[in-house]
């Protein structure tokens, strides 16, 4: 079965500043995506970033980075330029691209970091 | 346009009245969800529904009761619930081709039952 651990239950970052957040997965699939998620309080969950698999360079977006590294099931999101609106909950997941049956469209979620920004 | 949009925002009820959560679409997504969530917790996957068929129920009580009446709507029957059923409920759509297999959520619906 597929986990994923994100094991910083809390991070911080002053304003302006750079923050990282960790991500690690297992699975035993070769073809598959890896998203993070953005989750405000009180607010909608929404997609940041995604990495497929078996592209080599790591997915950006604006001030977004991703660091995948495949062989240590690795997929750490970077955030450049911390602003007071990145405070949130993010969470990190995993889908296989070609699941079927009882995993169908599944994703598998870490537990989640809380980022504060401090002013 | 990547919008899931849910009503209502805010539903409180009781453990005997029966009520129904909205779920709509338009992007022509082949995959819609239900998951509940808790604070502070990841979201937690309840149905999946493939092509408006039901494809997983993730051993949910039948005092929910999902519906998907065609591909752009999903509803979830809520009848006789229990306090600890009290969540965040999210749905969520997804592609399922053509390499976009991410998911898109709604805002949620907030759930207290008293």
């Known amino acids: 079965a597929q986990t994923v651990t994100q094991s910083q239950p809390e991070m911080s970052v002053q304003e302006a500043e750079t923050v990282t957040l960790s991500c690690t997965y297992d699975t035993s699939e070769s073809d598959y995506y890896l998203f993070w998620y953005k989750q405000p309080p009180s607010r909608q969950m929404i997609l940041v970033i995604r990495q497929e698999a078996y592209k080599q360079q790591n997915a950006t977006e604006n001030r977004f980075s991703v660091n995948f590294q495949k062989a240590a099931k690795s997929f750490s999101l970077k955030i450049s330029d911390s602003q007071l609106g990145d405070a949130a909950m993010y969470f990190c997941a995993y889908r296989a691209r070609y699941a079927g049956g009882t995993s169908y469209g599944k994703l598998t979620f870490g537990q989640g970091t809380i980022l504060t920004v401090h002013p | 346009d990547t919008e899931v949009t849910q009503t209502p925002k805010h539903l409180v009820m009781g453990m005997t009245n029966k009520k129904s959560l909205k779920c709509e679409q338009h992007m022509g997504h082949r995959a819609m969800y239900w998951y509940k969530q808790k604070a502070k917790k990841p979201p937690e996957l309840m149905f999946v529904?493939?092509?408006?068929?039901?494809?997983i129920n993730e051993s949910v009580p039948s005092r929910f009761s999902p519906e998907c009446p065609n591909s752009s709507l999903l509803n979830l029957h809520l009848h006789a619930l229990q306090p600890e059923d009290s969540a965040l409920y999210l749905c969520?759509?997804?592609?399922?081709?053509?390499?976009?297999?991410?998911?898109?959520f709604g805002p949620g619906t907030r759930l207290t039952v008293t």
């Open positions: 529904y493939s092509y408006e068929k039901l494809s």
């Open positions: 969520a759509s997804s592609q399922e081709r053509r390499s976009s297999y991410e998911q898109y």
